[in-house]
Each structure stands twice: as structure tokens, then as C-alpha cells.
């Protein structure tokens, strides 16, 4: 997708946070409470990122997750930016920024994937189907 075609697609926000690697304020975004069943995808590309079943309260005010959904589908790279250290997360066809990965999340991995909800698109449950995603239903059987 061109620059061109992403700003009128993303809001000011998304644009932030999936093309400049922005993060979004804590406890003021879309999904960091979210409790329905679904996946998150991509908000550029729709690559199926994570399952509401792996997701979990961190305290922190952002969408947290103890696993990806596809491993494939997310890209990390390891080094220091301003804000972090650890290792940033972006995926893997749209390379949008997502979030990053910290050592202190739940057993057994220990892994939080600490997300930017405005990176993320959440496809309900009820609209897998509709949406193109069938293949995640079964998850929630």
C-alpha cells in the first residue's frame, strides 16, 4: 500500500504508531479492556495476529497477549529505542509496528506482547466467517 493510500486509510493515530513506531497512551485505547472473543489483525495488511484466548489483564493499559497467533505473521527486532528496551514487534507483510515483547508475562513462556490497539483491528468471533477469517472459528468452539 502506498504513503499515499495510508493516510487516507489509518487515522493520525495509527499512522503514529504503525508507521512511525508511536506508542498510544495507557488505559485510553481501543482494546487494552476488551473482553470479547475474537482475533486482532493487522490494521494495514489483516494478518491474523492474536486470539482473545491468549490475551490477559498486564495492568498496564495496553492490549496484552502470551503468544502470537501465527508465529509467521510477526517479525521481531531486537535493539533500544527511546522508549523500551526489549524487542519490537512488527508484522510481517504490512511491517506495521505493533508493540513490543517483555520478559514478565504469565507462565509457562513468561512472555507479555504488549500491543498498541491502534495497531490492531479486532475481528469479533461472529464475524470470522464474513470477514475471510473461517479458519479461526474453530478456536472458539
Known amino acids: 500500500m502506498s504513503k499515499k493510500d495510508l493516510g ?5 493515530l495509527q499512522h503514529h504508531v504503525t508507521q512511525e513506531a508511536g506508542t498510544e497512551p495507557p ?7 476488551n473482553e470479547r472473543e475474537g482475533i486482532y489483525v493487522d490494521i494495514v495488511s489483516g494478518e ?5 484466548k491468549d490475551k490477559f489483564d498486564s495492568g498496564t493499559g495496553w492490549p496484552s497477549f502470551t503468544q502470537p497467533l501465527d508465529p509467521k505473521n510477526i517479525v521481531e527486532h531486537k535493539g533500544f ?5 526489549g ?7 504490512g511491517k506495521s509496528h505493533l508493540g513490543h515483547i517483555f520478559g514478565d508475562g504469565p507462565k509457562p ?9 491502534a495497531a490492531l483491528r479486532f ?6 466467517k464474513k470477514e475471510g477469517y473461517s479458519k479461526y472459528i474453530k478456536l472458539f468452539d
Open 109 to 117: 513462556k513468561g512472555l507479555r506482547y504488549c500491543m498498541n490497539s
Open 87 to 93: 524487542i519490537e514487534i512488527k508484522s510481517n507483510k
Open 48 to 52: 491474523p495476529l492474536f486470539s482473545s
Open 81 to 85: 529505542d527511546n522508549l523500551f528496551t
Open 27 to 33: 488505559f485510553d485505547n481501543e482494546y487494552w479492556n
Open 123 to 128: 475481528i469479533p468471533k461472529e464475524d470470522l
Open 8 to 12: 487516507k486509510k489509518l487515522t493520525p
